[in-house]
């Protein structure tokens, strides 16, 4: 009997146990419930917030795209525009040249006519003329032999450097020597540039013009020896100062003596050894101030200048290429 009444109370305490254990099942269900469905709310907000961004941002770059093609289409506009003008002006001025060259030649082909009609009409007749011997006439006769005396001293200012410059001359016609030093020729010369170099030097001394080869790059290399014979006769007492009155004219001169005489850039430049420039008086001043110093300006005139200055000509060494009409006309239009 007490063994019941301790089992009917043990099923008591029990049943009471399971009883506390339901409802904290309960209510630990419910709350998950509930924060089950706060999370769900929370994550749906949070998608609609970010969906409204993204709208947000997309329309932003819709309206930055547009700018930019807008942009795009005026710079366009602006870039076929440029063009066109470019076009015109080029095409109008050359245009312009060849019609002043056209009414020159024109002009030039009337004088020479009009001068042959006016000496065909000419009457020519022997009128005698009776001579008197005169105390002048024999300081007239000297004139002539001074000035024979003068041409002969002028053509023999390299006389004394004659085996010099003719070995120079000699290897220049061997094949080129691509490694050579600075300031030496890299090319090799043919027969014809041999022959202008030789006029130069023994028949005009050092002080003429001589005609152009046709072409620039042949003028600089023709240049490019006589610089380099000069080098081994003067050292470094002398300067090349060349005259050419476009930019575009003294970049071809530039990279022409770089390739045919192995220089840099810093060979250039008014402490180096060749300058550049585009005004004769620039020039006269550079080559005053040289012999000044006790130094020998060599100066290289292009074949594009149609005149040469008249203080040049007092300088001991001075080479002018003459252009011809093509090499003139071409050049004209280049401007």
């Known amino acids: 009997m007490k063994d019941k009444i301790q089992k009917g109370k043990n099923l008591g305490v029990d049943e009471s146990i399971l009883n ?10 419910s709350e998950k419930k509930v924060t089950t469905k706060l999370n769900n709310k929370v994550i749906k907000d949070s998608n609609n917030h970010f969906d409204d961004f993204s709208e947000l941002l997309f329309e932003e770059l819709k309206t930055k795209k547009s700018l930019l093609d807008k942009e795009i289409e005026k710079l366009n506009k602006k870039k076929s525009t ?43 007749v022997n009128q005698p003329l009776i001579v008197k011997p005169s105390p002048l006439d024999k300081e007239k006769d000297d004139l002539p032999a001074q000035s024979q005396t003068e041409i002969q001293a002028i053509s023999e200012t ?22 050579a030093a600075a300031w030496k020729l890299r090319r090799s010369l043919n027969n014809n540039e041999i022959n202008l170099l030789e006029d130069w030097f023994f028949n005009l001394g050092g002080r003429g013009a001589l005609p152009s080869t046709g072409t620039r790059s042949k003028n600089i290399l023709i240049s ?17 100062l060349i005259l050419a009155a476009q930019p575009e004219r003294l970049g071809e001169w530039r990279r022409g003596l770089q390739d045919c005489l192995g220089l840099t850039r810093e060979d250039f430049g008014p402490a180096s050894g060749i300058v550049l420039f585009e005004r004769p008086e620039a020039l006269i001043e550079r080559a005053d101030r040289l012999e000044d110093n006790g130094e020998v300006p060599l100066i290289l005139i292009d074949a594009a200048e ?18 011809t009409e093509k090499e003139l006309f071409e050049d004209s239009e280049l401007i």
């Open 20 to 29: 506390e254990k339901d409802k904290h099942s309960k209510v630990s269900s």
């Open 82 to 124: 440029i063009e066109k003008e470019i076009s015109s002006s080029f095409n109008g001025q050359s245009e312009s040249i060849a019609i002043k060259v056209k009414g020159f030649q024109d002009y030039l082909q009337g004088a020479l006519q009009d001068l042959v009609q006016s000496v065909e009409q000419l009457e020519l």
């Open 158 to 179: 390299f006389k004394p450097d004659e085996d010099i410059i003719r070995e120079c001359l000699k290897e220049f016609q061997d094949q080129p020597d691509f490694y």
């Open 224 to 240: 490019s020896a006589l610089i380099s014979i000069l080098g081994e006769l003067f050292g470094d007492q002398f300067q090349t």
């Open 306 to 323: 149609r005149s040469v200055e008249v203080p040049i000509l007092q300088f001991p060494l001075w080479l002018a290429f003459a252009g």
